[in-house]
């Protein structure tokens, strides 16, 4: 059965904070473009962060996949684990 649901509540946790001045932005992708379901790790000591607030609708044939971005040039290295809910 191909019924549409939700995804929604993003967590991501980071082995090592971004580092002063340095971020982690994380998009959860849906076939190639963002969702809307994003959040921000950033500076020396954060090494998680969360979107409660908005949602996804997908089927089962949808590539669902998590974009991580750093902002810096530097070829940041961290082991980065992440959940979403399906409701």
Do not use: E, H
């Not at 995804?7 to 969702?35: C, E, P, Q």
């Amino acid at each position: 059965r191909m019924t549409p649901q939700d995804v929604l509540n993003l967590k991501v946790r980071i082995s090592a904070a971004a580092g002063t001045g340095d971020s982690w932005v994380f998009y959860v992708m849906k076939d190639g473009t963002t969702t809307g379901i994003t959040c921000t790790i950033s500076g020396s000591t954060s090494t998680s962060c969360s979107d409660a607030v908005n949602t996804a609708s997908i089927t089962p044939t949808d590539l669902i996949y998590l974009r991580a971005k750093p902002n810096d040039n530097d070829a940041d290295t961290a082991v980065i684990t992440w959940s979403l809910v399906v409701d």
